[in-house]
């Protein structure tokens, strides 16, 4: 039952990661709300970028694109959470377990896509994030990339333990 017990445990720590830069997003908007406007601006990429025409310096898409993000996160929070109380129920049983799995492994890739697509992919590729020694989030990005990816693969691997016996009721 460790390897039930362990894939739950890392599963239901993806969401309380998730939940806390939701709550942090929420709670402290102006801190990471600045990184998302340079970002979007590219005031602080390399002088003479060739790629200045794809800055946007509106706030109210400042304001939209951070919101996607605080809303992918939270979507991805609570279909992560579900997961894991999910695969926490199906804990005693190996094909309980298996059939719980799809939709831990469906939300943390939609998380997964958040960091690869929106930080990765169009923050650090689009909008050259990259060329800012100020604001550049693709270390953070790429760690939490990492750490849920092994996650997800971990997940995914097939389960070799028996059934666990329940404890009497009392």
Request: net charge positive.
């Amino acid at each position: 039952m460790i390897e039930r017990l362990s894939k739950t445990f890392l599963v239901a720590l993806v969401a309380v990661v998730l939940g806390l830069a939701t709550f942090n997003n929420l709670t402290d908007y102006g801190s990471n709300f600045e990184c998302v406007k340079h970002v979007l601006a590219m005031d602080t990429t390399f002088p003479g970028n060739r790629l200045m025409y794809r800055s946007m310096t509106s706030p109210v898409v400042h304001h939209l694109f951070y919101a996607s993000i605080i809303l992918w996160e939270a979507a991805t929070f609570f279909a992560v959470s579900l997961g894991a109380w999910r695969l926490w129920k199906a804990r005693h049983s190996a094909a309980a377990f298996t059939a719980a799995k799809p939709l831990a492994i469906g939300a943390i890739t939609a998380n997964l896509g958040l960091w690869f697509f929106a930080f990765l992919t169009v923050g650090g590729e689009w909008f050259v994030m990259w060329q800012s020694q100020t604001w550049n989030g693709q270390n953070a990005a790429f760690r939490m990339f990492t750490c849920i990816g092994i996650i997800l693969l971990f997940l995914k691997t097939p389960d070799t333990e028996t059934d666990t016996p329940r404890p009497p009721a009392p």
